[in-house]
Each structure stands twice: as C-alpha cells, then as structure tokens.
Nanobody, 112 residues
Framework: QVQLVESGGGLVQAGGSLRLSCAAS????????MGWYRQAPEKQRELVAY???????NYADSVKGRFTVSRDNAKNTVYLQMNSLKPEDTAVYYC??????WGQGTQVTVSS
C-alpha cells in the first residue's frame, strides 16, 4: 500500500523560502514519477513540478527559476524547495505519483 505524507508547509513572508517534503511508503518509489501540485481557494488544482526516475524535472512557468524539485531515493522522499515566494503561491500543496496516489496536502501561506 502506497502512502504519501507531506510536511514543511507554513506561513512565510513574501520573498521567503520553504522546503516541502513528501515521504513515500511502499515499494517502487525509485521508478515512480513524482509530482507536486497545488490548489488555491476557488481555483483548480495545478501541476507545479515533477521529477522522473532519472532525475529529469519539469516546472510550471509560474514557478520556473524559483522552485526546485528533487528526490532522495534512499529515503523514499521527494522535495520541493520554494524560494522567492509570492502571495500568489499561497495554496495547499500536494505530492502525488503519477499512478493515482496522493498525499493529504500541506498549507503554504505567503503574506505580503
């Protein structure tokens, strides 16, 4: 059974940084594509970034140059380093693999 548990959200001022973590249980983590999504109030969930098994990454235009996704397969963990945060980054952030497993989400709030 695969479980994904996010941590690291919180309240930060604009321009600040946060690092989100997503710990995965179950087998096969190293071969899974892992993604970070976010959902702001009254908006659709959007894909922020993802990383494949080989370490290749992809980012939404809105976060390019500010966010970095990485993974540590030895720890079954994927990270999202978020720098130069803006109020519009405020959302619940979710990690997910691309086969239907989702975490519970972690709130990120950026104050102006």
């Amino acid at each position: 059974q695969v479980q994904l548990v996010e941590s690291g959200g919180g309240l930060v001022q604009a321009g600040g940084s946060l690092r989100l973590s997503c710990a995965a249980s179950g087998s096969g983590f190293s071969i899974r594509v892992m993604g970070w999504y976010r959902q702001a109030p009254e908006k659709q969930r959007e894909l922020v970034a993802y990383i494949n098994s080989g370490g290749s990454t992809n980012y939404a235009d809105s976060v390019k140059g500010r966010f970095t996704v990485s993974r540590d397969n030895a720890k079954n963990t994927v990270y999202l380093q978020m720098n130069s945060l803006k109020p519009e980054d405020t959302a619940v952030y979710y990690c997910a693999d691309f086969v239907g497993h989702w975490g519970q989400g972690t709130q990120v709030t950026v104050s102006s």
